[in-house]
Nanobody, 121 residues
Framework: VQLVESGGGLVQAGGSLRLSCVAS????????MGWYRQAPGKQRELVAR????????NYADSVKGRFTMSRDSAKNTMYLQMNSLKPEDTAVYYC???????????????WGQGTQVTVSS
């Protein structure tokens, strides 16, 4: 399963961006999907995570109230709406999907290529 991200860019503090992540490949089901980010010199961290069967999304404390994760199952696409951006949100953002491919009878875990988000002060 391949993931392709888009939507990153340069924005001023207080601005907004929306990231998209499209999944493609053989027939698959999704268990967990998430957005992560990695700033220079720091470890990759979880930003938001949604389970396929769940009714809620978990967010990192640093983004609660500002970021919203959503999913369009019909389009195999997940989104991260980022509002009120801060300079400390600057990082490479990655989408991640954990699921199962029934035809191959194999689980999978895929990462997007990453998209740069830069917030200027």
């Amino acid at each position: 399963v391949q993931l392709v991200e888009s939507g990153g860019g340069l924005v001023q503090a207080g601005g907004s961006l929306r990231l998209s992540c499209v999944a493609s490949g053989s027939v698959f089901s999704i268990n967990v999907m998430g957005w992560y980010r990695q700033a220079p010199g720091k470890q990759r961290e979880l930003v938001a995570r949604l389970t396929s069967g769940g009714n809620s999304t978990n967010y990192a404390d640093s983004v609660k109230g500002r970021f919203t994760m959503s999913r369009d199952s019909a389009k195999n696409t997940m989104y991260l709406q980022m509002n009120s951006l801060k300079p400390e949100d600057t990082a490479v953002y990655y989408c991640n999907v954990d699921g199962f491919q029934p035809l191959a009878r194999l689980p999978f875990n895929s990462w997007g290529q990453g998209t740069q988000v830069t917030v200027s002060s």
